[in-house]
């Protein structure tokens, strides 16, 4: 299983970023599939999930980002996006790709994890 993130960089405060995962050796379309993110000394951190199921692709939210990021998916693409907008300095972490997690009363990761993509918000 390999998940490959991009999209990554530098943001300026309110600015947007969109994130990108691309899955290869896992059945994407029938995995759930999350975003974790992971500031300098501080764990690592829920951010969004999109489940799987049809008809309606469940989605959830880390309270930090509700309202300000959009998880989806293009399961003809194998990949997973992140739309962020009104970026703040508080977001700045490197952010992970993670598949085959689940919720229950909280969100619990899969074992499969990207590499991970630096985002920067400044001042």
């Known amino acids: 299983v390999q998940l490959v993130e991009s999209g990554g960089g530098l943001a300026q405060v309110g600015g947007s970023l969109r994130l990108s995962c691309t899955a290869s050796?896992?059945?994407?379309?029938?995995?759930?599939m999350a975003w974790f993110r992971q500031a300098p000394g501080k764990e690592r951190e829920f951010v969004a999930r999109?489940?799987?199921?049809?008809?309606?692709?469940?989605?959830l939210y880390g309270d930090s980002v509700k309202g300000r990021f959009t998880v989806s998916r293009d399961n003809a693409k194998n990949t997973l996006y992140l739309q962020m907008n009104s970026l703040q300095p508080e977001d700045t972490a490197v952010y992970y790709c993670?598949?085959?997690?689940?919720?229950?009363?909280?969100?619990?990761?899969?074992?499969?994890w990207g590499q991970g993509t630096q985002v920067t918000v400044s001042s």
């Open positions: 993670n598949a085959d997690g689940y919720y229950t009363t909280t969100y619990h990761p899969g074992k499969y």
């Open positions: 050796g896992v059945s994407f379309d029938r995995s759930d």
């Open positions: 999109v489940g799987w199921t049809a008809p309606g692709l469940s989605t």
